[in-house]
């Protein structure tokens, strides 16, 4: 697993996250008690969506991550890293289409990041889900995005004080807080 995980330092393509989503894919099938690998099979799958213009691929990766998204979340219903990545999923489908798939998606979103936060308050994954979505749908509340700065710069400065579970848990992220924050200025 810690060998995998390095290899995301290396991916800048969909064939390079689709070649490290194989890896995870094949430790998930030894490791059939494991969740983690079905959470870097999916993730990979979801930035792999994002990096792609055409809508019927993006929805055909986000098939393959759905199917690791689900046994996962049966795995550990109560695994707060479980939830941000089942939000950041459901965002990945919205992006598809937001016209037609804005409220519904974003609502499950919602649903799932706050699930997220209520298993885990500190887990700043899930903080920065909240603050993404708040600054992304204030324009439509008739807020103002730039409100929850304060917010976004404070999960920053907080980011470096959370401890994953182990080496291999989940600890991505700081680069898109570090984005928001910068939109800020």
């Known amino acids: 697993m810690g060998e995998a995980l390095g290899g995301y ?3 800048q393509s969909v064939e390079d996250f689709q070649a490290l989503g194989n890896k995870f894919e094949m430790i998930s099938a030894k ?18 969506s994002f990096m792609e213009q055409d809508a019927t691929k993006k929805d055909a990766y986000l098939d393959v991550a759905e199917k690791s998204i689900t046994p996962m979340l ?11 990545l ?4 459901l965002v990945a ?3 598809v289409n937001p016209m037609e798939r804005g409220q519904e998606y974003s609502g499950l979103s919602g649903q799932a990041t706050a699930k997220a936060l209520a298993l885990d308050p ?3 994954r899930a903080q920065l889900m909240q603050v993404q979505m708040e600054i992304g749908s204030a324009q439509f509340m008739g807020q103002d995005p730039k409100s929850f ?6 999960i920053l400065a907080n980011w470096d004080n959370f401890k994953p579970k182990s080496t291999i848990h989940p600890n991505w992220g700081k680069d898109q807080a570090e984005g928001v924050v910068k939109g800020c200025e």
Do not use: D, G, Q
Not at 37 to 45: F, G, K, T, V
């Open 9 to 11: 330092a290396n991916c």
């Open 31 to 48: 490791e059939k008690s494991e969740w983690l690998p079905l959470y870097y099979h999916a993730n990979c799958y979801i930035i792999m």
């Open 74 to 84: 049966e795995m550990v219903p109560e695994e707060s890293e479980a939830y941000v």
């Open 86 to 89: 089942k939000a950041f999923y």
């Open 93 to 95: 489908r919205l992006v």
């Open 122 to 124: 500190t887990n700043p």
């Open 149 to 154: 700065c304060p917010k976004a710069k404070e």
